[in-house]
């Protein structure tokens, strides 16, 4: 994990946060369930919810620029509570690494490799993640977002076309004949899993270029892109199987057994899967980061390595200890999850921010160029001795107070016109 010199990228960013909400499309079984053939709606319904959400998230890191996640809630709250929220927020993303590590041995388990043990494919995976961890770090995660992002989109739509032949639209009849209560339950369900659990990402965004118009259209751009994916993905599976899709743990992969292109060219599923699994990777990749650097910083170590490794081992044992099986994980989703995720998600980022308005801790937004001239300013007041700077920043040596008032009198006596004002600049330059 280097040490980051350089800022991310506002648009990598972006891609980063969308692929990593795409590849929640894996758990479109815990909503799919309750709503059956409006569970696309339900995709609509957590993005609208997500747009103010997101507008929270980017509010809360444009007040502390130059601070992430901990750096806020330590400064907002204190040492000393802030320290407790901050060792809160570690067991919340070593709890997200656990439970995805385990999604992704057993979707391959289930779909590639049957035969070989879990244990084997999560230590496979998350040695793998240590690696990339270990030796890459903010820059080498997010460069592949857009690549993946983009193939995920292309192979979903392909997918889509290659199924239209077994596509009944309707399928997605009625519409809205449930009750109130399951549409309540299924959106806060998608607002909670797939798209709030991007605060992972304000643990990064103190590196990150924003750009003039803030991180509001990064953050919303990115909950955008992975909301059409995961929508299209919904639809084209009611529209397939209709309300057979609450009785699969795998609707899409179901879904892509029946594509047959030809006779030879079939087993489309085997094409999502290995996408998926790169999906989930850079998913699972990424929660281990944020996981390594929030517990760096709550304890303060210097020295990051053997931290990876005693979390990676942690989090291979307790991505079997907190569900012995999928449908335990399937239950605990739609009931535990949706109950307990918000309170990190949305009331401690929100009552954080509220907070921080009425101590008077939040400030207008700068723009980029407004950052990169304080940011030179403050480079170049460090390197040039005290008092020998001029107020422009050029490097030009300026008069004492004293000398220039003495000679702006001795001037201004024979200055009648405004050209006089600018020969006087010279003389002073002269002076000097």
Known sequence: MK????????????????????????????FVSITRQDSWIIVLFALIICCPLAWIYARLVESFPTKNLFGILQTVYGKYLGGFFCGLYVLFFFILTSLNLIDLSEFVKS????????????????????????????RQMVKYGFLMTMICLL???????????????????????????????????????????????LMTTNHVQSGKRGFFPIILGGIAIGCITILLVIMRDIAVLGNAISL???PSFETLRMVSVTQTLSRMEIVFAFILIALLFFKVTWLYYVTVISAKQFLRFQDHRRLILLIGASAITSSFILYPNFLVHNESGQKIIPLVWPIFEIILPLVTLIIAKFRGMTRKRQTGSENQNSSSASKSAAASPSGSQSP?????????TDSKEQSGSKFQSNAGTSSGTGQHGDLRSQSV
């Open 248 to 250: 699969f743990s795998l």
């Open 392 to 400: 422009s920043g050029t490097g030009k040596p300026s008069l004492p």
């Open 111 to 138: 779909t590639i490799m049957p035969q070989t043990p879990l244990v084997v494919l999560s230590f496979t995976f998350l040695l793998t993640s240590a690696w990339a961890v270990f030796v890459g770090g903010l």
């Open 155 to 201: 192979i979903v739509i392909a997918t889509i076309l290659l199924s239209l032949n077994l596509m009944d639209f309707e399928n997605f009849l009625p519409v809205m004949d449930l009750k109130p209560k399951k549409y309540i339950q299924a959106t806060n369900i998608v607002v909670t899993i797939p798209f709030a659990e991007i605060i992972i990402f």
């Open 3 to 30: 040490p980051e010199s350089k800022k991310v990228h506002g648009l990598d960013f972006m891609f980063a946060v969308a692929c990593y909400i795409q590849s929640s499309s894996l758990l479109s079984s815990f």
